[in-house]
């Protein structure tokens, strides 16, 4: 029995000695390389290396940096996955040389790869190259826009087919103003800066020189700011242009709350208490568009919306009486002043979307040629690719 | 639960039912919780926009930068001030003037990011292989490219909408009113989720109930 135990002991003592395995060191990364980043505002240093040949076991690869000289104090500037082969190093500073190089671990054993023989410098560029097709094309499109501006500046007809939503606009005042009621305008909630919130002044303008001219009140609540001074400034516009400055409220054009179900909240408050006859919703709108347009319903205003959300449209398709879709917004300011020069615009537009739609179509066909043959014809798909 | 939190849960219970109030009609209640949303909303709108921008956005920023980082913050400070011009009648149409920048500038960003984040991407996605060697993909694709370019003639604003036109664009139509659906579908999916989000307050934290 004891020769047994202190057998045991002895097995147990000697054991781990005999079948532990040396620790497993890793083998290093291979053609360490560094390079500013290209196409950015500076900062930023890509580091690229081979795997190495134990990928399969590494624990992680860390990135050193030393700043100014291959003997300054290594920094550790980030860590990655094994499988990875580049890492982008965005602690360092425009100007300043760098050199690197790469630690592969495996669990608490780790090999260093060979420095980086030349140093890396980050910049700022002033042209992101990746980004040329959107130069052609923006330089393209205002070609095609002068084009036209100069066609109308020389007299030439330009004609814009007939948009409901837009046509229906002179009906909602002018029913509005046999009810004795008034109307209502609501901007959205983007700022001025958005193209929608700037269409949607553009039919502002026109609705308030209408309701000038038939004496009718109009009251713009707003959600932003800006867009409150902008609305103040159409809409007294529209009324001097309509030659009754005399009828312009500032009162009626006011900010109501900067809280998206806040403003909602309050408009609803505006449509059950002033009950207006005619409600235009024109802008860029969020989850409180069906609140607004379901309350403008329940009032029995006759109501005209307008938005480029795609996931508002829905709402206001269903809830209001016409509805400006996307790009008929767009179309509202040249469409209403009936201005050559604005005309102008939209027949570049249009000229422009018929290109586009060739390019669909040629692009569709080259890709099915590629497709069935193997012919490399992707010329069309690798110019519209962005970086 | 506290004296304070139950006293807060009976506050936000009182103004959720007072607020669903207005499912009846308009009423006194609605209209002072309304009065309570929106005011409270600009004082907190305005304590927000105090430290989150023009605090460390204008005033630390005047304070910590130097140089050109420093100065060129005179310029949104100036535009700033010319619309509290607005005060001042006789000069209050200067504010014009920082209105036509945010409007310039918007605009600007408007189209460079519209071609580089809508077009260009856009356009590369719809240039599909209209046969793939599979039925079903083929067709998925077919439907894709048909319905990309009938919405573009839908919005051709230059010819009337008559004959072959007049059909392409009424297959985008089309087209547009199936994609809305789909959208109107999963929206409402998303608002039903809020009001359970409410109901659950009102049964659970409020009544425990559930």
Known sequence: MFLTLALGLLISQTTPDTLTPPPLIPLPVTHVR?????????????????????????????????????????????????????????????????????????????????????????????FHRGRLNALIILVFFVGVLLYFLQRAKSGGELYIRRIAGLEAIDDAVGRSTELGRPILFVLGLEPISNIATLAGLAILKRVAYKAAQYGTKLIVPCFDPVVYVAAQEVTKEGYTEAGRPDLYNEGDVFFLSYDQFGY???????????????????????????????????????????????????????????????????????????????????????????????????????????????????????????? | MSGMDLLFTWIAAGLTLAIFSFLYRDNPFYKFAEHIYVGSAAAYWFIYLWFFDVKPKLIDAWISNTGFERYILIVPAFLSFLMLLRFIPKVAWLSRWAIAFTVGMGAGLGITGAIQGYIVPQVKAGMLPLWTG?????????????????????????????????????????????????????????????????????????????
Do not use: C
Request: a negative charge; aromatic letters at 14%.
């Open chain 1, 34 to 126: 560094a390079y500013d980043k290209p196409n950015d505002d500076g900062g930023a240093i890509v580091v690229e290396w081979e795997l190495s040949p134990m990928d399969s076991l590494i624990t992680k690869y860390e990135i050193f940096r030393l700043e100014g000289s291959p003997d300054a104090e290594p920094v550790s500037a980030g860590f990655v996955l094994r499988g990875t082969t580049k890492f982008e190093d965005v602690g360092v500073q425009n100007g300043k040389p760098y050199y690197y190089f790469v630690r592969s671990w495996l669990n608490s054993e780790y090999m260093d790869s060979e420095i980086t023989s030349e140093p890396a410098i980050a910049s700022a560029q002033w």
């Open chain 2, 134 to 210: 599979q039925w079903g993909n083929s067709l998925n694709y077919i439907i894709l490219v048909v319905s990309t370019v009938t919405t573009l003639v839908y919005f051709f604003f230059s010819k009337e909408h008559k004959g072959g036109l007049g059909f392409l664009a009424k297959v985008g139509i089309m087209f547009i009113m199936i994609a809305f659906g789909a959208s109107f579908g999963s929206t409402i999916m998303a608002r039903i989720s809020l009001l359970i989000g409410r109901l659950y307050f009102l049964f659970h934290d409020w009544l425990h109930l559930v």
């Open chain 1, 264 to 387: 909602a909240a309050g408009v609803d408050g505006i449509m059950v208490r002033e009950r207006p006859g005619a409600v235009f919703l024109q802008g860029y709108f969020y989850a409180e568009s069906l609140i607004l347009a379901e309350t403008g319903n329940s009032i029995g205003a006759i109501q005209i919306s307008g938005t480029t959300a795609v996931t508002q449209l829905p709402f206001f398709i269903a809830a209001t009486d016409y509805t400006l879709i996307g790009e008929e917004m767009y179309a509202a300011s040249a469409y209403l002043s009936k201005d050559p020069l604005s005309l102008a615009t939209i027949k570049g537009e249009d000229l422009v979307k018929l290109i586009f739609i060739l390019l669909f179509l040629l692009g569709s066909i080259l890709e099915t040629i590629s497709l069935l043959t193997g012919a490399d014809l992707h010329f069309l798909t690798r110019f519209f690719t962005t970086y």
